[in-house]
């Protein structure tokens, strides 16, 4: 059986972290698009925010050259609807025919790589992570932005962004069973200098402040990561989705000889013990009985 980058499904696999960031979430197409490539599967995806809805679409098994094209076409107006609300001043509603349309999947259950969608609890401060039922309204709440998008409430929850307590999720990526953890962050900051001219400027540094903070929280959850250079982009350089693409891509080509070792470590962990023995001595024929 193999997956599908066709390569052998035995081989350990990789679990993806994918952050938020709006339009630099592009970034994470071109990640996928390398480890496509060259073949490493991906094992398990956790994404926050943008990271949810590209994480979902690849998950489902939509093709990644659709998805990408899908996402160069994508404007602000296609997932927004401004109405100033007290909560907010849009809805994202428009994400759910976006995220449909994209989609080979509607529930958890029948994507083709597990999957985490990670959420922020408005009344608890406590990260929500989804892994069953559909998944529309759990990304749609994972990109509820707060100040900018109203909060989505699922049963008796009110949640916001995911960003918010995981930048990027690699701890939700553990909690799925990811053996070795890659994650890929985009930061949260504007992409303009200055002082903020606008609100959703103020907003936006508040939560990239907060989130500096947090750093050694979810980079200890990880084994690599990955940090492509987006900090050119502002948010809503949807129209430059192939500049962000290319960053991610950058990325990953460099960190691939990291990578390779990852799986092979990983590889030889997974193997009896007489054989991880017969290997070592292999290559280290000095080694004596007891040390190998």
């Keep these: 059986m193999h997956s599908r980058t066709g390569t052998p499904s035995q081989r350990p696999g990789i679990g993806l972290a994918l952050g938020g960031g709006f339009a630099r979430g592009f970034a994470h197409l071109g990640v996928l698009k390398v480890l496509q490539q060259r073949q490493i599967r991906v094992s398990h995806i956790a994404g926050s925010s943008v990271g949810s809805i590209l994480g979902a679409a690849y998950a489902s098994g939509a093709?990644?050259?659709?998805?990408?094209?899908?996402?160069?076409?994508?404007?602000?107006?296609?997932?927004?609807?401004?109405?100033?609300?007290?909560?907010?001043?849009?809805?994202?509603?428009?994400?759910?025919?976006?995220?449909?349309?994209?989609?080979?999947?509607?529930?958890?259950?029948?994507?083709?790589?597990?999957?985490?969608?990670?959420?922020?609890?408005?009344?608890?401060?406590?990260?929500?992570v989804f892994t069953q039922g559909n998944l529309v309204d759990p990304i749609r709440a994972s990109c509820a932005f707060p100040g900018l998008f109203e909060p989505v409430e699922i049963g008796t929850r009110c949640l916001a962004d995911g960003g918010l307590v995981a930048p990027v999720p690699t701890h939700a990526a553990r909690q799925l069973g990811a053996r070795t953890v890659i994650a890929v962050s985009v930061g949260m900051q504007d992409g303009h200098r200055g002082a903020p001219t606008n609100i959703f400027q103020v907003v936006t540094r508040a939560v990239g402040a907060a989130q500096k903070h947090q750093l050694e929280l979810w980079e200890r959850h990880a084994d690599l990561v990955l940090r492509p250079d987006v900090q050119f982009l502002a948010w809503d350089d949807f129209a430059r989705a192939d500049e962000a693409i290319e960053a991610g891509a950058a990325a990953t080509l460099r960190a691939l000889p990291r990578v390779e070792g990852l799986l092979e470590q990983k590889a030889d962990a997974e193997l009896p013990l007489e054989a991880r023995r017969v290997l070592r001595k292999r290559s280290h024929p000095w080694l004596t009985e007891v040390q190998a």
């Design 63 to 128: 093709p990644l050259e659709r998805i990408i094209e899908i996402c160069r076409a994508v404007r602000f107006r296609d997932i927004a609807r401004w109405r100033v609300s007290r909560l907010g001043l849009a809805s994202n509603q428009r994400l759910g025919a976006l995220v449909e349309r994209m989609f080979g999947s509607r529930q958890f259950e029948d994507l083709q790589i597990p999957l985490a969608v990670v959420a922020t609890d408005l009344s608890s401060g406590e990260p929500v």
